[in-house]
Protein backbone atom coordinates (compact mmCIF):
# COMPACT_ATOMS: atom_id res chain seq x y z
CA UNK A 1 0.00 0.00 0.00
CA UNK A 2 1.03 3.85 0.19
CA UNK A 3 3.52 4.89 1.92
CA UNK A 4 3.82 8.24 3.84
CA UNK A 5 3.84 11.05 1.69
CA UNK A 6 4.98 14.61 2.43
CA UNK A 7 4.21 17.85 -0.23
CA UNK A 8 6.47 19.90 -1.37
CA UNK A 9 9.59 17.81 -1.57
CA UNK A 10 11.74 21.23 -1.92
CA UNK A 11 10.72 24.59 -0.31
CA UNK A 12 13.00 27.30 -1.06
CA UNK A 13 11.89 30.39 1.57
CA UNK A 14 12.97 33.78 2.01
CA UNK A 15 14.31 34.99 5.64
CA UNK A 16 11.09 35.77 7.08
CA UNK A 17 8.77 34.52 4.89
CA UNK A 18 6.23 31.59 6.84
CA UNK A 19 6.34 27.84 5.30
CA UNK A 20 4.17 24.97 6.03
CA UNK A 21 5.13 21.58 5.23
CA UNK A 22 2.32 18.77 4.65
CA UNK A 23 2.43 15.00 5.84
CA UNK A 24 0.45 12.14 4.98
CA UNK A 25 0.71 9.17 6.93
CA UNK A 26 -0.01 6.02 6.13
CA UNK A 27 -4.14 5.66 6.53
CA UNK A 28 -5.03 3.94 10.00
CA UNK A 29 -1.62 4.83 11.79
CA UNK A 30 -2.60 6.70 15.17
CA UNK A 31 0.69 7.63 15.69
CA UNK A 32 2.77 10.49 13.65
CA UNK A 33 5.85 12.32 14.54
CA UNK A 34 8.14 14.84 12.78
CA UNK A 35 11.58 15.47 12.87
CA UNK A 36 14.67 17.63 11.82
CA UNK A 37 17.80 16.44 10.02
CA UNK A 38 20.30 18.96 9.33
CA UNK A 39 23.29 18.19 6.91
CA UNK A 40 25.28 15.11 7.84
CA UNK A 41 23.45 14.77 11.55
CA UNK A 42 20.94 12.12 11.95
CA UNK A 43 16.69 13.36 12.06
CA UNK A 44 16.15 15.10 15.73
CA UNK A 45 12.23 15.08 16.77
CA UNK A 46 10.01 18.10 16.83
CA UNK A 47 6.45 16.56 17.80
CA UNK A 48 4.82 13.60 18.41
CA UNK A 49 0.68 13.17 18.13
CA UNK A 50 -1.41 10.59 18.91
CA UNK A 51 -4.37 10.76 17.15
CA UNK A 52 -5.63 14.79 16.87
CA UNK A 53 -3.57 15.39 20.51
CA UNK A 54 -0.16 16.55 20.53
CA UNK A 55 1.20 14.78 22.97
CA UNK A 56 4.86 15.50 23.21
CA UNK A 57 5.98 18.83 21.62
CA UNK A 58 9.46 19.09 23.54
CA UNK A 59 11.64 19.03 20.54
CA UNK A 60 10.18 21.86 18.69
CA UNK A 61 12.94 24.89 19.09
CA UNK A 62 10.62 28.14 18.88
CA UNK A 63 7.49 29.06 19.19
CA UNK A 64 7.83 29.91 15.63
CA UNK A 65 7.59 26.22 15.10
CA UNK A 66 4.06 24.96 15.41
CA UNK A 67 2.17 21.53 14.21
CA UNK A 68 -1.45 20.52 14.30
CA UNK A 69 -3.37 17.70 12.84
CA UNK A 70 -6.66 18.46 13.19
CA UNK A 71 -9.18 15.24 11.97
CA UNK A 72 -6.08 12.78 13.29
CA UNK A 73 -4.89 12.16 10.27
CA UNK A 74 -2.60 14.56 7.66
CA UNK A 75 -0.51 16.70 9.73
CA UNK A 76 1.28 20.42 8.76
CA UNK A 77 4.16 21.22 10.08
CA UNK A 78 4.28 25.55 10.32
CA UNK A 79 7.44 27.65 10.42
CA UNK A 80 7.04 31.35 11.10
CA UNK A 81 9.70 33.84 10.33
CA UNK A 82 11.54 31.31 8.78
CA UNK A 83 15.44 31.75 9.85
CA UNK A 84 18.56 30.36 8.18
CA UNK A 85 19.11 28.08 10.81
CA UNK A 86 15.76 26.09 9.87
CA UNK A 87 17.58 24.59 6.98
CA UNK A 88 17.30 21.02 7.13
CA UNK A 89 15.16 17.99 5.78
CA UNK A 90 12.01 17.64 7.67
CA UNK A 91 10.82 14.16 7.95
CA UNK A 92 7.39 12.84 8.63
CA UNK A 93 7.02 9.46 10.38
CA UNK A 94 4.07 7.11 11.25
CA UNK A 95 3.47 3.77 13.49
CA UNK A 96 0.56 1.75 14.13
CA UNK A 97 2.40 -0.66 16.29
CA UNK A 98 4.77 0.55 19.73
CA UNK A 99 7.76 -0.25 18.02
CA UNK A 100 7.79 0.61 14.20
CA UNK A 101 8.20 3.94 12.43
CA UNK A 102 7.08 4.30 8.48
CA UNK A 103 9.26 7.25 7.22
CA UNK A 104 8.53 9.56 4.54
CA UNK A 105 10.99 10.94 1.96
CA UNK A 106 11.01 14.46 3.91
CA UNK A 107 11.14 18.23 2.56
CA UNK A 108 14.23 19.64 2.08
CA UNK A 109 13.95 23.29 3.48
CA UNK A 110 16.18 26.05 2.11
CA UNK A 111 16.12 29.31 3.52
CA UNK A 112 18.30 32.28 2.13
CA UNK B 1 18.04 6.91 27.71
CA UNK B 2 20.79 4.88 27.32
CA UNK B 3 23.18 6.56 25.04
CA UNK B 4 24.80 4.14 22.27
CA UNK B 5 28.18 4.53 20.50
CA UNK B 6 28.51 3.20 17.02
CA UNK B 7 31.86 3.38 14.57
CA UNK B 8 31.70 6.19 12.16
CA UNK B 9 32.04 4.00 8.87
CA UNK B 10 32.47 0.81 7.99
CA UNK B 11 33.11 -0.99 4.55
CA UNK B 12 32.15 -4.28 3.37
CA UNK B 13 32.38 -6.40 0.21
CA UNK B 14 29.21 -7.04 -1.90
CA UNK B 15 28.12 -10.79 -1.14
CA UNK B 16 30.17 -10.75 2.05
CA UNK B 17 28.32 -10.13 5.58
CA UNK B 18 28.09 -6.87 7.17
CA UNK B 19 28.32 -6.94 11.50
CA UNK B 20 27.78 -3.69 12.63
CA UNK B 21 29.07 -2.96 16.30
CA UNK B 22 26.88 -0.77 18.78
CA UNK B 23 27.48 -0.51 22.53
CA UNK B 24 24.71 0.59 24.71
CA UNK B 25 26.25 -0.22 28.35
CA UNK B 26 23.92 2.06 30.18
CA UNK B 27 21.04 0.70 28.93
CA UNK B 28 18.35 -0.33 31.20
CA UNK B 29 16.28 -3.26 31.89
CA UNK B 30 12.89 -1.90 29.86
CA UNK B 31 15.14 -0.50 26.90
CA UNK B 32 14.80 -2.18 23.71
CA UNK B 33 17.71 -1.86 21.42
CA UNK B 34 16.45 -0.73 17.51
CA UNK B 35 18.07 -0.47 14.42
CA UNK B 36 16.90 2.15 10.98
CA UNK B 37 19.12 2.58 8.27
CA UNK B 38 18.90 5.89 5.99
CA UNK B 39 19.98 5.55 2.59
CA UNK B 40 20.74 8.61 0.92
CA UNK B 41 18.02 10.96 0.27
CA UNK B 42 15.54 8.90 1.26
CA UNK B 43 13.55 8.47 4.96
CA UNK B 44 14.78 6.70 7.69
CA UNK B 45 13.71 2.81 7.21
CA UNK B 46 12.98 0.75 10.41
CA UNK B 47 14.86 -2.60 10.26
CA UNK B 48 14.71 -4.55 13.96
CA UNK B 49 14.33 -4.26 16.85
CA UNK B 50 14.98 -6.44 20.30
CA UNK B 51 14.88 -6.68 24.05
CA UNK B 52 16.63 -9.60 25.58
CA UNK B 53 16.93 -12.29 22.61
CA UNK B 54 18.71 -12.11 19.51
CA UNK B 55 16.46 -11.58 16.17
CA UNK B 56 15.64 -12.15 12.82
CA UNK B 57 14.02 -11.04 9.72
CA UNK B 58 13.81 -10.84 6.32
CA UNK B 59 16.20 -7.69 6.43
CA UNK B 60 18.69 -8.96 9.24
CA UNK B 61 20.02 -10.35 12.58
CA UNK B 62 19.91 -8.42 15.76
CA UNK B 63 22.43 -10.46 17.94
CA UNK B 64 22.61 -8.67 21.89
CA UNK B 65 24.74 -9.65 24.44
CA UNK B 66 23.74 -11.64 27.83
CA UNK B 67 24.58 -8.23 29.39
CA UNK B 68 22.48 -5.98 27.05
CA UNK B 69 25.39 -3.85 26.54
CA UNK B 70 26.57 -4.63 23.27
CA UNK B 71 24.27 -5.34 20.20
CA UNK B 72 25.25 -6.38 16.20
CA UNK B 73 23.23 -6.14 13.90
CA UNK B 74 24.20 -8.41 10.91
CA UNK B 75 23.32 -8.16 6.92
CA UNK B 76 23.92 -11.94 6.17
CA UNK B 77 24.96 -11.24 2.28
CA UNK B 78 25.51 -7.32 1.75
CA UNK B 79 24.09 -6.00 -1.70
CA UNK B 80 25.30 -2.13 -3.05
CA UNK B 81 21.80 -0.99 -2.15
CA UNK B 82 22.73 -1.77 1.46
CA UNK B 83 24.88 1.23 1.32
CA UNK B 84 23.50 3.88 4.00
CA UNK B 85 24.18 4.97 7.27
CA UNK B 86 22.34 2.78 10.24
CA UNK B 87 21.42 3.79 13.39
CA UNK B 88 21.42 2.00 16.85
CA UNK B 89 18.91 3.71 19.00
CA UNK B 90 17.93 2.21 22.64
CA UNK B 91 14.83 3.55 23.71
CA UNK B 92 12.05 2.68 26.40
CA UNK B 93 8.66 2.34 24.87
CA UNK B 94 6.29 4.75 27.23
CA UNK B 95 2.83 6.27 26.69
CA UNK B 96 1.97 3.90 23.72
CA UNK B 97 4.65 4.11 21.50
CA UNK B 98 8.83 5.04 21.92
CA UNK B 99 10.43 8.72 20.40
CA UNK B 100 13.84 7.28 18.71
CA UNK B 101 16.99 9.29 19.10
CA UNK B 102 18.93 8.80 16.58
CA UNK B 103 22.77 10.04 16.47
CA UNK B 104 25.22 10.31 13.70
CA UNK B 105 25.13 6.45 13.23
CA UNK B 106 27.46 4.15 10.82
CA UNK B 107 28.15 5.02 7.43
CA UNK B 108 27.99 1.30 5.73
CA UNK B 109 29.64 1.51 2.26
CA UNK B 110 29.29 -1.89 0.65
CA UNK B 111 31.85 -1.92 -2.80
CA UNK B 112 31.84 -4.25 -5.47
Known amino acids: GAGVSQSPRYKVAKRGQDVALRCDPI?????LFWYQQALGQGPEFLTYFQNEAQLDKSGLPSDRFFAERPEGSVSTLKIQRTQQEDSAVYLCASSLDLHTQYFGPGTRLTVL | DAKTTQPTSMDCAEGRAANLPCNHSTISGNEYVYWYRQIHSQGPQYIIH???NNETNEMASLIITEDRKSSTLILPHATLRDTAVYYC?????????????FGRGTSLIVHP
Open chain 1, 27 to 31: SGHVS
Open chain 2, 89 to 101: IVRVVAGGSYIPT
Open chain 2, 50 to 52: GLK
